[in-house]
C-alpha cells in the first residue's frame, strides 16, 4: 500500500513537527514546500533571493514555481511508495494541479490539524524565523483563511479528509494521526 499523505493546517499547527514523526512511523519523504524553498534562500541562487523577498512579506509564491518544484520532488523515487506533502497545497490552483500530477491515482488522506487561532499566533511569535513578525504573521493567516482554508471543502468532499486535535503534547497528537491513517487503511481494506 502506498501512503500518500496530505498535512493541512494553519500556519504553527505543528504540520513540520507531525511530519518528522510520521517520517519516524512510515518511512515516508517529508515533502515541505517552506523547506525546499529556504533550501533555495540558503543557496544564495537568484531564484532563492526573490523567494525570500516573497516569504518575509508572507506572501505566496506564485502557482507555477510551486506546482515545478513539487511535481520534479514527486518524480524522485523515493516518493514511489507516498509521501507527506506539508505545505502544500495552499491554493486551488495548487490543489488542482496536485490531482492532475497524481491521476489517475489520488491521495489517500488529507489531515487538518486544528488548533485555534490564539494558540497558533503565540507559537510563532516563539519560535521567531525571519518571516515570523507581527506583520507577516497576520499576513500569513489572512492568506491561509482565504486561500487554503477553503481546500478542507475540496479534500472533504472527495472523501479524504480527516481533522484531528492539534493541542497537547505532541506524541498525543501524533497518536490521532496514526490512529486516522489506521481507520482509513481499514476502510478500503473492506
Ligand atoms: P508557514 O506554514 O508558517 O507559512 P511554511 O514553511 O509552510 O511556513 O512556508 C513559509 C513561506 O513559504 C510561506 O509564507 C510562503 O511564502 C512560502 N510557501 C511555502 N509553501 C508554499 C506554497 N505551497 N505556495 C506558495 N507559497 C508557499
Excluded: W
Amino acid at each position: 500500500m502506498t501512503t500518500r499523505l496530505v498535512i493541512l493546517g494553519k500556519q504553527g499547527a505543528g504540520k513540520g513537527t507531525q511530519c518528522g514523526l510520521l517520517v519516524e512511523n512510515y518511512g515516508i519523504p517529508h515533502i515541505s514546500t517552506g523547506d525546499m524553498l529556504r533550501a533555495a534562500v540558503a543557496e544564495g541562487t537568484e531564484f532563492g533571493m526573490q523567494a525570500k523577498a516573497v516569504m518575509d512579506a508572507g506572501d505566496l509564491v506564485s502557482d507555477k514555481i510551486i506546482l515545478g518544484i513539487v511535481e520534479d520532488r514527486l518524480a524522485e523515487p523515493d516518493a514511489a511508495a507516498g509521501f507527506l506533502l506539508d505545505g502544500f497545497p495552499r491554493t486551488a490552483a495548487q490543489a488542482d494541479g496536485l490531482v492532475e500530477l497524481l491521476a489517475p491515482g489520488s491521495v489517500d488522506l488529507a489531515i487538518n490539524i486544528d488548533v485555534p487561532d490564539d494558540v497558533v499566533l503565540g507559537r510563532m511569535l516563539e519560535r521567531g524565523r525571519d518571516d515570523d513578525t507581527e506583520e507577516a504573521i497576520s499576513r500569513r493567516l489572512a492568506l491561509y483563511r482565504s486561500e487554503t482554508a477553503p481546500l478542507l471543502d475540496f479534500f472533504n468532499a472527495g472523501g479524504y479528509l480527516v481533522t484531528v486535535d492539534g493541542l497537547g503534547a505532541e506524541e498525543e497528537v501524533q497518536e490521532r494521526i496514526v490512529a486516522a491513517i489506521a481507520i482509513e487503511a481499514h476502510k478500503r481494506d473492506d
